[in-house]
Each structure stands twice: as C-alpha cells, then as structure tokens.
C-alpha cells in the first residue's frame, strides 16, 4: 500500500518546521505544507515556493512588477523553460491582486522541476503560440535542501515514512489533474454560508492498481466538513502504479 498526500486550499494553517537557513527567504506560517517565501524590495517580483511532503508537486506564487497586467486565466499545459533549456509542463492560473500585480499561480507535477531551480536565473512561462513572461529567480541549492528537510519531518508527524517515500523509483502520481475534479458545489455548504475557509491536508492510501482505498485529512484545526468533502470527491481518483527501485 502506498500512501499520496495532497494539500487542498480552502486558505490557512501553520507549518511546524524551523526557519530556513538563509537571507532572503523566511517561511510561510499561513500554509500547513513547506512553503518558503522570499524577500524582496518593495515592487520588486516575489516568489513563493510551497511543496506539499509526500506530494513531489512543487507550486509556485509569483507576483510580477508593477505595470501593465496579463489577462486572468487558467491553462493546464503551459510551458515553463528553465536555463538549461528543458521544459515543463505547469497548470497555471493568472489573477491580479487589489494593487493592480499580475500574480502566476504554477503547480508542477514532474518531481525534477524544484531540482533544476537552483541552477536558473529566470523563468520563461509561455501557453500556446504567446509568450506571457519571463521572471527573474534565484533559489540557492541549499534552500531546496532545507525543503527536502521539512517535507521529511513534516511526512513524519503525518506518519509516513520519509525513507520508505524516497526509496521508491516512481511515486503514486495523480492520472489527472486531481483539482480539476473539484466543483463550487463541493464546498462545504456550511463553511460556504459562514464564509470559513481551510487548508486541509488529506492523505490517501492507494492500492498497486491506482485505485483509492482510504482517505483522512491529517492537518489539525480543520473543520471536520472540509476533510469529508474532500474524500467524497477524492475516492474516485486515480494514481499512476508506484514502482519501488
């Protein structure tokens, strides 16, 4: 049996890591997954790097520089070019804040994306024939070490072994975009009527054929709503075989 984490906004927990061991990036303590964000001047682009343990997904937050914004949307194959040339492929979401800054919400399902990160200086992001940005970034390898130490820890205090989950050669990867099975109707109806929002955190156990067999959210705090209506629509997914090495 294999066990998928999944880290599902609904808005805002804490993580229980320490502080990163670095200058320019502190964690997000809004987020129950290991999330990083980084400092910057005031105008200047911002990222924020969130990696959910036992997921392999690596999401990123960017918001742009003041100046003309990019049109809002949603695309599942967008393609993000790092510096050594190779591509990946990210579902992103375009929106803009109250003070006019184009924000890019990219979620990345190949695990190799966070290790090429280091060894970048900018992000080409484009979605069909139009080019949409490029982002300047700098991510110090030792910053993807200290998020490799997180997920171990945190993977631990949700009773998964961190050893077990890197010893495999291939994780229980989602055969679909798992978010794109959500609707505005599963939102909790009385969450939704007093305007409460979550961060739940659900663990899945899947068996050798993909299929779900047991679901739980396992984050804390949460109304108890948000992990039923997550599972009645996550019990239906399916996963890619895990393959040990």
Same mark, same amino acid.
């Given at each position: *049996?294999?066990?998928?984490?999944?880290?599902?906004?609904?808005? /805002?927990?804490?993580?229980?890591?320490?502080?990163?061991?670095?200058? %320019?990036? &502190?964690?997000?303590?809004?987020?129950?997954?290991?999330?990083?964000?980084? #400092?910057?001047?005031?105008?200047?682009?911002?990222?924020?790097?969130?990696? %959910?343990?036992?997921?392999? &997904? @690596?999401?990123?937050?960017? @918001?742009?520089?003041?100046? +003309?914004?990019?049109?809002?949307? #949603?695309?599942?194959?967008?393609?993000?070019?790092?510096?050594?040339?190779?591509?990946?492929?990210?579902?992103?979401?375009?929106?803009?804040?109250?003070?006019?800054?184009?924000?890019?919400?990219?979620?990345?399902?190949?695990? /190799?994306?966070?290790?090429?990160?280091?060894?970048?200086?900018?992000?080409?992001?484009?979605?069909?024939?139009?080019?949409?940005?490029?982002?300047?970034? #700098?991510? +110090?390898?030792?910053?993807?070490?200290?998020?490799?130490?997180? &997920?171990?820890? %945190?993977?631990?205090?949700?009773?998964?072994?961190?050893?077990?989950?890197?010893?495999?050669?291939?994780?229980?990867?989602? /055969?679909? #975009?798992?978010?794109?099975?959500?609707?505005?109707?599963?939102?909790?109806?009385?969450?939704?009527?007093?305007?409460?929002?979550?961060? /739940?955190?659900?663990?899945?156990?899947?068996?050798?054929?993909?299929?779900? @067999?047991?679901?739980? *959210?396992?984050?804390?705090?949460?109304?108890?709503?948000?992990?039923?209506?997550?599972?009645?629509?996550?019990?239906?997914?399916?996963?890619?075989?895990? @393959?040990?090495?």
């Amino acid at each position: *049996m294999i066990t998928a984490v999944l880290a599902l906004v609904f808005s /805002a927990q804490a993580s229980a890591a320490e502080p990163a061991n670095t200058e %320019t990036w &502190e964690w997000d303590s809004r987020l129950p997954t290991c999330a990083l964000k980084q #400092h910057v001047p005031a105008g200047a682009e911002e990222v924020m790097i969130e990696r %959910t343990p036992g997921g392999e &997904e @690596t999401q990123l937050l960017v @918001t742009l520089q003041p100046g +003309p914004t990019l049109d809002k949307g #949603h695309a599942l194959d967008a393609v993000v070019k790092v510096d050594s040339g190779r591509a990946f492929l990210a579902d992103i979401t375009l929106s803009v804040d109250g003070d006019s800054r184009s924000k890019l919400y990219l979620d990345f399902s190949d695990p /190799a994306f966070i290790d090429n990160l280091p060894a970048t200086a900018a992000l080409s992001i484009s979605y069909g024939k139009n080019k949409i940005v490029r982002v300047p970034i #700098h991510v +110090p390898a030792k910053l993807v070490a200290t998020l490799r130490e997180c &997920e171990d820890t %945190t993977m631990g205090e949700w009773g998964i072994d961190p050893l077990a989950w890197r010893s495999l050669r291939s994780r229980p990867l989602p /055969a679909e #975009h798992v978010k794109e099975r959500f609707r505005d109707l599963d939102y909790p109806a009385d969450a939704l009527a007093a305007n409460v929002e979550a961060d /739940a955190v659900i663990r899945l156990d899947v068996a050798p054929n993909g299929s779900v @067999t047991d679901c739980g *959210m396992i984050n804390p705090g949460v109304p108890k709503p948000f992990g039923v209506a997550s599972c009645n629509v996550l019990k239906g997914a399916k996963f890619k075989r895990a @393959t040990a090495r």
